[in-house]
C-alpha cells in the first residue's frame, strides 16, 4: 500500500523519527526562489586559489598539479595543538573540551570546471584512492580517533570556492552523527547478531523500491528514513569498516557508483546539482568496531527545480525533519535517469 498520507519513519542509523507528509507536494510556492549557479566555468580560473600554479592565502603557491592535489587548509577549523582544559567543577553546566586535530582540502583535479560527473571515470577512482590514503595517513596520527571526509558542492551548501573539492577534518573526539550511528549499530548487532546495514540493504535489494543504482561492490539508494528530498547514502554491500580497507576491486567500484550517482543528480534539474555528502567509516581510537559499516550520505537541497529548495526551518527546527516526497517517489526519479550527463549529449 503506498504510504500517501501524513506518517512518521524510523532511521534505524540514528534512533530518531521523521515525518513524511507526501500531500504538501502539491502546495504552491511563493517562497524564496535560489539563482542558478553559472555553468560556463574556465578550465582554469587565474584567481581560483584552488587552481594549479596559483597563490592561496599567505603566499603559498599550489604546485603545477595533474592529478589530484592535498594540502593543509590555510583557514583549518581545527589545529594539531591546544591549551589543556582547566578541570571543570562537577555538574557545571559550563564545561568545555579542548579539541585539536587536522584540517585538509582535496582538490579532485586541475579542472576548474569538471565536479565528479564530468570527470572521466579514472580520474574519480583517483579521487577514491586518494581519500583512501588520506585516511590512512590521519588515522595512523597520535590523538586522532575519527576522521570525516566530506565535499560540499555548490554555494548553496557553503562551498567558498567552485574549483571542485572534497576536505578532510581528522578530530580527537568521535563527533555527534557518527556517535549515534555507532550506538545504533552496536545495539542492533546485540539484539540480533547481525550487522544493522547487511541486513539493511539486503532487503533493499530485494525490495528495489528505493534503489537508485548499483554494482558488484555498491548499492546508492533513497534511505527508508531519508530527511532531504533526494537525499541518497551509498552501503558497500560486503561488511567493510573503513575506506583503508576496500580493495582494488572496491575502489573501482565506489568510483563507478559516485559517478552515476552524481551524474543523476545533474540530470535531475540538468544542472549542477548541490549536495553535501561525507562518509561514515568506524572510529580509528584503537578499538574494535565490528559492527561498524562503511557508507556515505548525501544530503542536496534541491526540492521542485533548480531554484527551489528545501529548508530546515520552524518545525523541523524546533521539532522533528519533515520532508514532502516520499523516499519511493524520489527513488523512481532519479533511477530513471541516464548515466550520460546532460552536457555530454
Not at 523500491?209 to 539508494?221: D, F, G, I, P, Q
Not at 546539482?273 to 580509528?284: D, E, K, L, N, R
Not at 556515505?296 to 521542485?304: C, S, T
Request: charged fraction near 20%; glycine fraction near 4%; hydrophobic fraction near 40%.
Amino acid at each position: 500500500m503506498p504510504l500517501d498520507f501524513p506518517h512518521r519513519r524510523y532511521n534505524a542509523l540514528t534512533a530518531e523519527w521523521v515525518l513524511v507528509s507526501p500531500h504538501r507536494a502539491q502546495r504552491p510556492w511563493l517562497g524564496q526562489v535560489e539563482r542558478v549557479s553559472p555553468e560556463n566555468l574556465e578550465a582554469h580560473d587565474p584567481a581560483c586559489y584552488l587552481c594549479p600554479g596559483n597563490e592561496r592565502a599567505g603566499g603559498v603557491r599550489n604546485p603545477a598539479y595533474t592529478g589530484t592535489f592535498v594540502f593543509d587548509n590555510d583557514f583549518a577549523a581545527l589545529r594539531p595543538s591546544v591549551p589543556e582544559a582547566a578541570p571543570a567543577e562537577h555538574g557545571s553546566l559550563f564545561a568545555y573540551e579542548p579539541e585539536q586535530g587536522l584540517c585538509r582540502v582535496i582538490c579532485f583535479s586541475p579542472r576548474h570546471d569538471l565536479s565528479l560527473p564530468e570527470l572521466p571515470l579514472a580520474a574519480v577512482e583517483q579521487v577514491v584512492q586518494t581519500w583512501v590514503d588520506q585516511s590512512r595517513d590521519l588515522a595512523a596520527l597520535d590523538d586522532i580517533n575519527y576522521v570525516q571526509l566530506f565535499e560540499n558542492k555548490g554555494a548553496q551548501m557553503g562551498a567558498s570556492n567552485p574549483h571542485p573539492h572534497s576536505q578532510v577534518w581528522a578530530s580527537g573526539h568521535l563527533p555527534n552523527e557518527p556517535a549515534k550511528e555507532l550506538a545504533t549499530q552496536a545495539r542492533y548487532h546485540a539484539d540480533h547478531g547481525r550487522c544493522l546495514l547487511c541486513d539493511y540493504v539486503t532487503q533493499e535489494r530485494v525490495a528495489n523500491e528505493r534503489l537508485v543504482v548499483a554494482n558488484e561492490h555498491c548499492t546508492a539508494l533513497v534511505p527508508y528514513w531519508a530527511i532531504w528530498p533526494f537525499e541518497t547514502m551509498v552501503v558497500f554491500n560486503r561488511h567493510v569498516a573503513a575506506l583503508t580497507d576496500l580493495t582494488p576491486a572496491e575502489v573501482a567500484g565506489l568510483a563507478d557508483i559516485f559517478r552515476r550517482l552524481t551524474t543523476r543528480y545533474d540530470n535531475l534539474f540538468e544542472v549542477s546539482f548541490p549536495y553535501s555528502m561525507g562518509f561514515h567509516p568506524a572510529p580509528v581510537d584503537g578499538q574494535p568496531h565490528p559492527t561498524w559499516h562503511l557508507h556515505a550520505h548525501f544530503y542536496p537541497p534541491l526540492l521542485r527545480s533548480a531554484t527551489v529548495r528545501k529548508f530546515m526551518v520552524g518545525y523541523e527546527l524546533l521539532a522533528m525533519p519533515q520532508r514532502d516526497l516520499t523516499a519511493e517517489q524520489a527513488a523512481v526519479r532519479l533511477r530513471a535517469l541516464s548515466d550520460t550527463h546532460y552536457r555530454a549529449c
